[in-house]
């Protein structure tokens, strides 16, 4: 058989498809996103990796007694803070989610702290806790005649204060968020409940409770995840202070680029990542389900 007779008989590949102008410009307009992401993403990230990989910088980091106490105040802050905050979320949520037109105007009212700006509002904060011109003291001195305390010079005040500013901030976000689960439940269930008698405590624990349990958890969760990465709320309230004793691992890397410590600043932010990576596991383990 003859060379063009075995070509001929050779089943013809697939044919390439044109491609449209749809797609060429597609793929032009996603080049300015991609050099956006190498540049303010990969890059960051690959050169922090790089300056965080002397293992003598984490011999350094937990030789140093700031770092322990920043790590419990860490824990303390995402297992108070957090969990408080959702909880209250939660029960303001069965308390905006009725139609009355005046709790209308009080959630416009109440959404005001998340939708403002940070900065603003946490130095505004802190100037109404100043021991000497604030407007707390200020009170305290014109009803009692005695000088107020000493807000944020003691650092379980101010660790307070941080994570109360906190809850402020975010609360309203999160109350919306059940506000949402809790109009998705069937309005029946709730009226078969009430022809049977149930009290409100028995609706919200064999209803509501069993119905938003999984977007509970994913979202406290989530807000975790947020809230190791809060800076705002410490450092704007208390700059770490007193004596560096309200860090957080947020605020951790910021001490140590003052002090011109690069490579332990780094370190800083990589020792976060064991409480990180769990949370975005599990959180990614419930979304798949």
């Known amino acids: 058989m003859s ?4 070509a001929d008989a050779r089943p013809p590949g697939p044919a390439r498809r044109a491609t449209t102008s749809w797609e060429f410009w597609g793929r032009i307009l996603v080049i300015p996103y991609l050099l956006i992401f190498v540049v303010f993403v990969v890059y960051p990230v ?6 965080a990989r002397n293992p003598q910088s984490y011999v350094k980091l937990f030789e140093d ?10 824990v303390v802050f995402l297992l108070v803070a957090v969990n408080l905050k959702m909880v209250i979320a939660l029960g303001l949520s069965g308390f905006f989610v009725q139609s009355r037109w005046w709790i209308k105007l009080i959630a416009l009212v109440f959404i005001l702290p998340w939708a403002v700006p940070s900065i603003p509002t946490i130095l505004s904060v802190r100037f109404m806790l100043n021991p000497e011109w604030g407007v707390i003291n200020t ?31 975010s609360l309203p976000f999160w109350t919306l968020i059940f506000v949402a689960g809790r109009l998705a439940i069937p309005s029946e269930q709730y009226e078969a409940a009430s ?27 989530l807000s975790m995840i947020w809230t190791l990465g809060d800076f705002n709320s410490v450092y704007l309230l208390t700059g770490g202070g007193p004596a560096d004793l309200t860090h957080v691992l947020a ?3 910021i001490r140590y680029l003052r002090l011109d410590q690069l490579e332990l600043a780094m370190a800083s932010i990589v020792v976060a990542m064991p409480l990180v990576l769990p949370l975005v596991y599990v959180m990614m383990k419930r979304l798949s389900k």
């Open 3 to 6: 060379t063009a007779t075995t």
């Open 46 to 51: 690959g050169y922090g990796l790089w300056l």
């Open 65 to 74: 007694p700031i770092f322990f106490r920043t790590a419990v105040n860490t």
């Open 139 to 169: 009170t305290i001195f014109k009803l009692t005649g005695l000088d107020g305390p000493n807000w944020l010079n003691d650092p379980t005040l101010a660790l307070c204060f941080s994570m109360l500013m906190h809850i402020w901030k």
């Open 195 to 221: 022809v049977d008698g149930a009290s409100r405590w028995q609706k919200f624990r064999h209803i509501t409770w069993p119905s938003m349990a999984a977007l509970y958890f994913t979202s406290t969760i």
């Open 251 to 253: 605020t951790l890397g």
